[in-house]
């Protein structure tokens, strides 16, 4: 029987996060796609993601939205950015996160956190 991979979608524009968010992924028998703009998420929802990962210093324009469209579309939705920028947690869970931690959390407890969304989540056909 193939190996469903499991899929995560990520707006992240620090290079040492999508480097280090890949290997965990993989690791977990994942793979990441590295996306850019709130159009690009929504178009690749049909592929039903395990996990929408957002970098808070990254998103822009309607990202809010762009939560909400994965929320309906059942894909967990998790957040991180610089622990001082209250407005930017507060932003993401108002508009839906599962999650949102800071970046020393997302660093320190990543394997935790990706396990916690790709092992409950459903193969992929």
Same mark, same amino acid.
């Given at each position: 029987m193939e190996k469903a991979v499991k899929t995560v979608l990520a707006w992240?524009?620090? %290079?040492m996060f999508s480097v280090r968010i890949g290997e965990v992924a993989n690791a977990l028998g994942g793979h990441v796609i590295l996306v850019s703009s709130s @159009? #690009?998420?929504v178009d690749k929802l049909e592929i039903h993601p395990s996990l929408l990962i957002l970098d808070l210093t990254a998103v822009t324009g309607d990202w809010q939205q762009t939560v909400a469209r994965a929320k309906e579309t059942g894909v967990p939705v %998790?957040?991180?950015g610089p622990h001082v920028n209250v407005e930017a947690r507060e !932003? !993401? #869970? !108002?508009a839906?996160?599962? @999650?949102v931690v800071a970046n020393s959390k997302l660093s320190l407890d990543l394997p935790k956190l990706l396990t916690k969304y790709l092992?409950? !989540?459903p193969a992929s056909h």
């Open positions: 992240v524009s620090n %290079l @159009e #690009e998420i %998790l957040a991180y !932003a !993401a #869970e !108002a839906g996160c599962d @999650e092992t409950n !989540a």
